[in-house]
């Protein structure tokens, strides 16, 4: 998990609010990702980006938003639009977004929605 | 769109023994990586293989490529109870704008019994 952080490690939110996840690296790395994963399964890709004020959709976007306003931070909006957001969220970076390299991810965010 | 299987979906082997786990995929890729990721936790890279290798190794690990058989393995010898973990590989697939992303399969669940 070393120089890739996410805070919280839990949240717990009511249905109907909109939450933020952090995620912060001090790896210099240009791409960042997140993933949802769900019990039992693999992750999916929610949103990523390749360089700074830079954002893609990735195969789940939908009810996330997302902002790359500095290299080091990519935080993860969970909005009320989100059917199913209870699920474990994880950030990843990479050195650039040309998948020549490996993903060092985060220990993940557990957000349960009631 | 789930491109990397996972095969077994669960292991269990007893302390000592070497654990083989099996990937398969469907389109043609540049590289591959295995991850472990313990319980709750964020994942760990492992190995990254390309597409022009067929076979590496790290401490206990070996990990094989066969790009004719679309399919890789993941061999852990001389397992330890602290290599109970899931395992992941995760292949790159292209996006619209020329960046890769990593699909992941749904994991081998590995249990190393003491």
């Known amino acids: 998990d070393g120089g890739i952080t996410q805070s919280p490690k839990y949240l717990f939110r009511k249905e109907g609010q909109n939450v933020t996840l952090s995620c912060e690296q001090n790896?210099?790395?240009?791409?960042m990702y997140w993933y949802r994963q769900d019990p039992g399964q693999g992750l999916r890709l929610i949103y990523y980006s390749q360089i700074v004020n830079d954002f893609q959709k990735g195969d789940i976007a939908e009810g996330y938003s997302v902002s790359r306003e500095k290299k080091e931070s990519f935080p993860l909006t969970v909005t009320s639009a989100q059917k199913n957001p209870t699920a474990f969220y994880l950030c990843?970076?990479?050195?650039?977004?040309?998948?020549?390299?490996?993903?060092?991810f985060g220990p993940g965010t557990r957000l349960t929605v009631t | 769109s789930q491109q990397g299987e996972e095969d077994p979906q669960a292991l269990s082997i007893q302390e000592g023994e070497n654990a083989t786990m099996n990937c398969s995929y469907k389109t043609s890729i540049n590289n591959l990586q295995w991850y472990r990721q313990n319980s709750g936790r964020g994942l760990v890279h492992l190995i990254l293989i390309r597409s022009n290798e067929r076979e590496k190794h790290s401490g206990r690990l070996r990990v094989t490529l066969d790009t004719s058989k679309k399919s890789s393995s993941l061999l852990i010898t001389a397992s330890r109870a602290a290599d109970t973990a899931s395992y992941f590989c995760a292949t790159d697939a292209t996006l619209g704008d020329s960046s890769y992303k990593l699909i992941f399969g749904s994991g081998t669940r590995l249990l190393v019994r003491p």
């Open positions: 990843a970076s990479s050195f650039d977004g040309q998948g020549l390299y490996e993903q060092y």
């Open positions: 790896l210099n790395h240009d791409a």
